[in-house]
């Protein structure tokens, strides 16, 4: 990898705190909600996680693009981050695996990289404030536009994102003579989901986001599966219908992240926007059932309010699993059809596959339903 | 769930002696272990037999057996205490080998104790290589090619299948002791013969070689519900092949996907499962192939263990402290993160920093042992460093090693560099084979111009690490070439972690001149914390490293602050004793109510644990680094008398910038170290010292020498464990002193004393407020003078010396200690010859005896030393009297010699032992004989004695042969030794030397006809016979004495063992008897 020019950028957060380093890759001024992730490996699937699409993703792990890029680890087509910040950027890769280097990588998506930041001093400031959104721009100083577009930035909250990252078109994944048959709502999915799906056997038909009930249940599903994604689930007002639509009809239904927190809306819980979110790969969460602590991957910044008690709201579900760190409710499922869902990240990529198993539950679900 | 309710009281064994491959850490987690099974209600018995431990301090146990750690006297121990459980795992591969011994023979199950944190079955699977192969078959992991031996023969026929070079890894040995890498057959049979003799159930493992892959640790806990977590992962620099204690380690990993890294840790997870550890944590090494990802599991300890220590250290996860927790029946949720306070333990660290570890080797001191890094480890000591980047702390890692060097510069001579010319040929071949040097071998390669492919090629370190090397040449090249420096320029040279010094020698001036155009530019390193969580969480705690970042977290608590300086990596002549008094000076001062700060860069050690301090500083310890904590933390002082030469070095350096140094001043310091000084101090107070003289040229010296008169003793001033000391009998040796071992200048003065031959040694500690004196100890060595102190055995009260000549050594310690105005630790070592006292050596610093005399005589000696220097009065603490104990303690020596091939273990003025031992016994004999039985010398109570001895020597032999004798032991002696023996009535038979016919003295001992070998080396050239039969004793495991005195030694521990069956008894109960005695010297 050439090394290019120094070009010096900086990040403004708007409570006007200035980060300044140095931009490689795209040099485009970009707006969008900062927050942190502690994940100490996977650089390439955080990126490429439509989840973190309109987020500039400061790395807490100081040396990012060690190991370069690879075709068969990204999480989606293309890098999906509005921005990332490290504190440094290998100039220099080396992995049996790498076709290329990180930086062109990003730049070809034009995805600016502030590096040469003190990452660590911008994480405790978003953890103690909270996350808020920001500006990345080139340059020593904010000039009038860059405040102007970080002032027309649109807050989080009440941003449907969903049906942004969404697929225009419904499209098929997996052994097309596979025994079972899923219907995957992509709000965001990542595609470790629909690799996990194929090893259990199933063949997926991802559908746009605001495919109607009745539309998903043409397809014959065996199951339905509702995605992670980016955004508040608030402002993805149609969902709930159609969950509701699809759940009368007794279809097995599993949600991950976004999906999780659409399922309790649709039965009457509130969600809600964390101070900082959760985000990496070593959360423990508790399987209330059986006391187990699975170390679990996790991306997001909006929870379902309630805790390991009860749902407010929402009598018809029970929480099964929380997060040991803050009490959050990390999984729920309801307590007469077969719905259940999780906060966190089961497929991983990246982080540790200890809740791997969810997807057998659901396949267990399935396989009772069909009878 | 919660503590288990039907355990009460609990054994902990501890790892005795330091060794390479087992050392500090073991303090370091028995002590976290302890500390942690005390806090839930539990009665803790603790044995260990290391002095040198905080582990072994009375207050930390409930009761302290300081004894041998072996299966008969840890059964004692069960039989006198009756725990109900033992924690095996604590106490490295020592405390698991006795643990295996005991569940097998029926103890623990005839006494009822349970096994907990690992059983036996457990232990078993994961150290047996056979039942290990089978495990990883049932859970689909692969290992290396390879097979088990359990012969010679079968060894041979493995060959097929790894072929060579082949690896040679013996079943439940530390370290990688008696294995190898084998490159034909003569090494091969070779190493397979000194693996299945060091293998205690004389299994070894012969794989296909796997050098070149990369090499990986992942550190797991499990709990007892199967909850498992990872808390670190290392990668080592150094591919397969080297040790990873010899190794270059990084954590966190830095070269793998995610996808890769999760593969492993779910075989981690699979590996603790089916070993069936469940309720504790292990180490798991893997091996991982550049080219196509292939990943074989390596092997599994199922302890705490160096790499537990280090990644305890990189992450803040307390894995010991931990693992006591889980083996008492807690869930890992149950136990809340020591750091955060507000997160529970089950989770798994993220680091937003970097962790390089580096090992410290003592070849210097070992120049025959061969000096390739191989499967068995080889360094004594390590540092580690912290930085936001991997360059940075790479660079602080190896300054933190104390070498000499300022970071990752090339040596100034070749030789440095163990390069023996300049040509690339040589360059490249030396590249090709790791040794200690390799690293700085690597940097003159790429000045020579060789690139990172050709560097892979021929070290197979991973191209990554190769190229963040290159970057560091980049930089430097770039910054000599700048004609002026600014802030940005000089910023971004720290931040790649240069030292000042480097920048320095990089624009051709003073260190001083580049830190105060540092300071004057405002670049100043930043401190920010450890906290498991990545600035997640908040964190209360304050562990800290210095980087060249924006943001300081430290915080200032306006309290009066005290820096306590630590002794840096781990080396012959500085260990776990400097450590211990660093803590001990901790503990006492946060007593008092001093904020307390501690720096250093031991892993290994207790002062590094984060809550040993009020504040914990991660850094090398330099005169840059340590200046730097200075400037921020303002504190009342610093404290350089407690962690050895690391700290002291740097004295003047403080001083001249105005650091108020606490305690004895340094121009006292300097009183005692410099010759010309000393000798007036010491004219002044009437003491007489052997003739001695100053040189600063080879002429001077031998001119010098002459007057004095033959033999001498020389050495280079300031320095620590005898560093180029030796005895010198005539002119040509000294010359032949300086072509090989030192260069003197005006800068480097060489010392030359008066040699005193069979003079008795004797070590005083006292302790000085100013005014008063109380004397510590009085410690009479075994061995004669010219065996360096650090190496020869020691008792206290002295015996076989007369009161008066005790009496004028404690007079004049008393006289030394005002004169030099000392204020806290004073050493004095003396010689006493034909009825006169000579004063050989003054160190106004606490010395590495500390820790056995304050457990002697029940007096926290370092404690006290700290409060001295803060001001207090020894009236004020209430230490005025010196402590005569009613009962004898012994310190052994423990030394390395198995570790390294064809060195000789004859002891000289040299320090080499790595650590040592204690024995306590109400007689000689017999406490000489329990620090014998520590130190793994074995004594026998029967059998034959092999006694060859030079002429000087033969007519003290004869006494101590005749004993020997009269106990009923076969005597044997080759011609001139039992020539003389036969003539003063004394029946011994006669076997040939070496060189005279067979069956000969070897053959004895090879044969296992010999049990006691009694050798004192043929004057000033030790004779190749002597040589190979002492390395023929070292690797048969055949008790042998290379001094007279020794030998008079080993027959009254003889007989003592003869005489009466072992008891034990706490060091507890020792010390209530120096109550109850009341016995007061002076």
């Known amino acids: ?371 | 769930m919660p503590r288990r309710a039907d355990i009460h009281r609990i054994l902990v064994i501890g790892s005795g002696p330091i060794v390479i491959g087992q050392a500090a850490e073991f303090d370091y987690s028995g002590t976290q272990a302890t500390k942690a099974l005390r806090e839930e209600g539990y009665e803790v018995v603790l044995i260990n037999s290391n002095p040198a431990t905080i582990m072994t301090d009375p207050e930390i146990a409930d009761r302290t057996y300081i004894e041998p750690v072996t299966p008969e006297f840890v059964e004692l121990i069960i039989e006198r205490e009756k725990p109900d459980a033992l924690l095996p795992t604590m106490g490295g591969q020592t405390a698991l080998n006795v643990a295996m011994s005991l569940a097998n023979s029926g103890v623990l199950a005839r006494h009822g104790v349970e096994l907990i944190g690992a059983n036996a079955r457990a232990i078993a699977i994961a150290e047996d290589r056979k039942q290990f192969g089978e495990a990883m078959d049932r859970i689909g992991l692969g290992v290396a090619q390879g097979g088990i031996a359990t012969t010679l023969d079968e060894a041979m026929a493995l060959l097929d299948v790894s072929g060579f070079p082949a690896i040679i890894r013996p079943s439940f040995t530390l370290g990688g002791t008696g294995g190898g890498i084998a490159y034909n057959r003569d090494e091969f049979e070779d190493i397979v013969r000194h693996g299945l003799a060091e293998s205690p159930t004389s299994q070894i493992l012969i794989e296909r070689s796997l050098i070149g892959w990369k090499e990986f640790e992942l550190e797991v806990m499990r709990d007892s519900h199967d909850n498992v977590v990872i808390v670190c992962s290392i990668e080592n620099i150094d591919p397969m092949g080297v040790h990873t204690g010899d190794s270059i380690t990084v954590a966190p990993a830095m070269t793998l996907t995610d996808r890769e890294y999760q593969t492993m840790r779910d075989a981690a997870v699979a590996i603790i499962r089916e070993v069936g550890v469940d309720a504790g944590g292990c180490n798991i090494q893997f091996a991982v192939n550049p080219r196509d990802g292939e990943m074989l599991v390596i092997e599994m300890n199922p302890r705490v263990s160096r790499s537990s220590a280090l990644a305890s250290k990189a992450t803040g996860f307390p894995i010991a402290r931990i693992g006591a927790k889980l083996a008492v029946g807690y869930r890992l949720d149950e136990i809340p993160n020591d750091i955060t306070k507000t997160t529970p333990a089950s989770f798994e660290p993220v680091l937003d920093y970097v962790v390089v570890k580096a090992p410290r080797f003592a070849f210097e001191k070992f120049a025959a042992a061969n000096p390739m890094l191989t499967t068995q480890m080889k360094s004594v000591g390590e540092s580690m460093s912290i930085g936001r980047t991997f360059k940075e702390a790479f660079q602080k890692s190896l300054r933190a090693l104390e070498t000499g060097r300022s970071g990752w510069t090339v040596g100034k001579r070749l030789q440095d560099d163990r390069l023996s010319d300049d040509s690339l040929e040589t360059l490249r071949g030396a590249l090709r084979q790791p040794t200690s040097e390799r690293i700085y071998q690597v940097k003159r390669a790429f000045l020579a111009g060789l690139g990172v492919e050709e560097l892979y090629e021929l070290t197979a370190i991973d191209p990554w690490f190769l190229s963040q090397l290159q970057e560091l040449i980049d930089a430097e090249r770039a910054f000599a070439a700048l004609p002026s420096l600014d802030a940005v320029a000089v910023r971004r040279m720290k931040q790649l972690g240069f030292s000042d010094r480097q920048l320095a020698e990089l624009h051709g001036e003073t260190e001083s001149a580049a830190r105060e155009r540092r300071w004057a530019l405002g670049v100043r390193p930043a401190y920010k914390m450890v906290d498991t969580c990545a600035g997640e969480f908040p964190s209360a705690t304050p562990y800290l490293y210095g980087s060249y970042d924006e943001e300081s977290e430290a915080p200032r608590s306006g309290r009066t602050s005290v820096i306590i300086l630590g002794s840096g990596p781990n080396r012959i002549g500085q260990g776990v004793e400097f450590d211990y008094c660093c803590v001990r000076a901790v503990m006492a001062l946060r007593e008092r109510g001093y904020e307390t700060i501690m720096i250093n860069s031991n892993p290994e050690t207790v002062s590094t644990d984060f809550d040993t301090s009020d504040k914990l500083y991660f850094e090398p310890l330099t005169l840059e680094d340590v200046l730097e904590i200075v400037h921020r933390e303002q504190p009342k002082g610093v404290i350089v008398q407690l962690g050895g030469q690391t700290p002291l070095k740097l004295t003047r350096g403080l001083e001249a910038a105005g650091v108020q140094i606490l305690g004895t001043s340094p121009d006292a310091i300097d009183m005692a170290e410099d010759r010309r000084r000393f000798e007036a101090v010491a004219r002044e107070i009437g003491l007489i010292q052997p003739p001695n003289g100053t040189a600063t040229s080879i002429d001077e010296a031998l001119a010098a020498a002459e007057s004095i008169g033959y033999p001498v003793l020389v050495r280079p001033s300031y320095v620590l464990g005898g560093r180029a000391m030796q005895i010198v009998y005539d002119p040509a040796s000294l010359e032949q002193y300086f072509a090989t071992a030192v260069r003197v200048s005006e800068e480097r003065p060489v010392l030359i004393d008066s040699f005193l031959e069979d003079a008795f040694e004797v070590d005083v500690d006292a302790l000085c407020d100013g005014t008063q004196v109380v004397i510590g100890g009085v410690m009479q060595h075994i061995e004669d003078a010219g065996i360096h102190s650090g190496d020869s055995a020691c008792v206290l009260p002295p015996y076989l010396i007369g009161e008066r000549d005790v009496r004028t050594m404690k007079d004049q310690t008393v006289a030394l200690a005002r004169a030099l105005g000392v204020v806290g630790l004073i050493n004095v070592q003396f010689a006493i010859k034909n009825g006169v006292v000579y004063v050989l050596e003054v160190n106004p610093r606490a010395s590495r005896t500390i820790p056995f005399v304050s457990k002697a005589i029940g007096v926290p000696l370092a404690s006290h030393a700290a409060r001295v220097m803060c001001g207090e009065s020894l009236a004020d603490i209430g230490f005025t009297e010196e402590i005569v104990p009613p009962f004898v303690s012994v310190k052994e020596a423990v030394f390395p010699f198995n570790k390294f091939e064809g060195v000789d273990p004859v002891l000289g003025p040299e320090m080499r032992s790595t650590g040592e031992v204690m024995g306590i016994s109400d007689s000689f004999g017999s406490a000489f004989a329990k620090a014998q039985l520590a130190a793994g010398n074995g004594m026998p109570l029967s059998g034959t004695i092999l006694v060859t001895v030079n002429d000087s020597d033969k007519p003290s032999v004869a006494p101590i042969a005749r004993r020997f004798h009269e106990m009923g032991f076969a005597l044997v002696a080759t011609q001139g030794t039992a020539k003389f023996l036969r003539a003063r009535g004394i029946p011994v038979s006669t076997v040939y030397k070496v060189h005279e016919g067979r069956p000969n003295c070897l053959d004895m001992i090879l044969n296992g006809d010999v049990q006691l070998l009694v050798n004192t080396p043929l004057g000033k050239h030790a004779q190749r016979d002597d040589y190979t039969m002492r390395q023929a004793a070292i690797r048969n495991h055949v008790a042998y004495t290379t001094t007279l005195s020794a030998a008079s030694a080993a027959s009254d521990a003889i007989l003592a063992l003869r005489s009466r069956s072992a008891t034990v008894r706490s060091l507890q109960e020792w010390q209530q008897d120096i109550h109850d005695a009341v016995t007061v010297g002076a």
């Open chain 1, 1 to 371: 990898m050439a090394d290019r020019a120094d070009t010096p950028g900086f990040l403004l957060l708007e409570d006007g705190t200035l980060f300044r380093g140095t931009l490689r890759g795209a040099a485009s001024t970009t707006v969008a909600e900062v927050v942190f992730t502690t994940n100490m490996s996977g650089y390439q699937e955080v990126f490429t996680d439509p989840s973190y699409s309109g987020q500039i993703v400061v790395m807490t792990a100081p040396m990012i693009g060690n190991y370069g890029v690879n075709p068969s680890d990204p999480e989606s087509g293309a890098p999906q981050v509005a921005g990332v910040v490290v504190r440094e950027l290998s100039r220099h890769y080396s992995n049996w695996r790498a076709e290329g280097d990180l930086v062109s990588y990003l730049e070809a998506a034009q995805v600016p990289i502030l590096e040469g930041i003190d990452t660590r001093r911008l994480t405790r400031h978003l953890r103690t404030v909270g996350v808020m959104r920001g500006v990345c721009a080139a340059g020593e100083e904010p000039s009038a536009e860059v405040l102007a577009a970080l002032g027309a930035c649109p807050s989080m909250e009440g941003l449907d994102l969903a049906s942004r990252v969404t697929t225009s078109a419904s499209y098929q994944w997996g052994n097309p003579q596979a025994d079972r048959h899923i219907v995957a709502y992509d709000f965001g999915i990542k595609r470790n989901i629909l690799r996990l799906f194929d090893d259990a056997g199933c063949r997926v038909t991802v559908v746009p986001a605001q495919t109607s009930a009745e539309e998903a249940l043409d397809l014959a599903p065996d199951g339905v599966f509702l995605s992670n994604g980016p955004g508040d689930p608030d402002a993805i007002a149609y969902a709930p219908d159609t969950i509701r639509g699809i759940a009368e009809r007794e279809v097995p239904i599993f949600g991950i992240c976004l999906g999780h927190q659409l399922l309790g809306l649709t039965y009457g819980a509130a969600t809600t926007k964390m101070p900082y979110g959760h985000r990496g790969g070593n959360h423990p969460v508790r399987e209330l059932e059986t006391g187990r602590i699975l170390i679990t991957s996790q991306n997001h910044g909006f929870a379902v309010e309630g805790s390991a008690e009860s749902i407010p709201g929402a009598p018809a579900l029970e929480v099964t699993h929380v997060n040991l760190n803050d009490g959050t409710v990390e999984g729920l499922r309801h307590r007469e059809l077969p719905i259940f869902a999780v906060q966190y990240h089961p497929e991983a990529a990246p982080g540790p596959h200890d809740a791997r198993p969810l997807f057998q539950q659901f396949m267990e679900s399935v396989r009772k339903s069909r009878g």
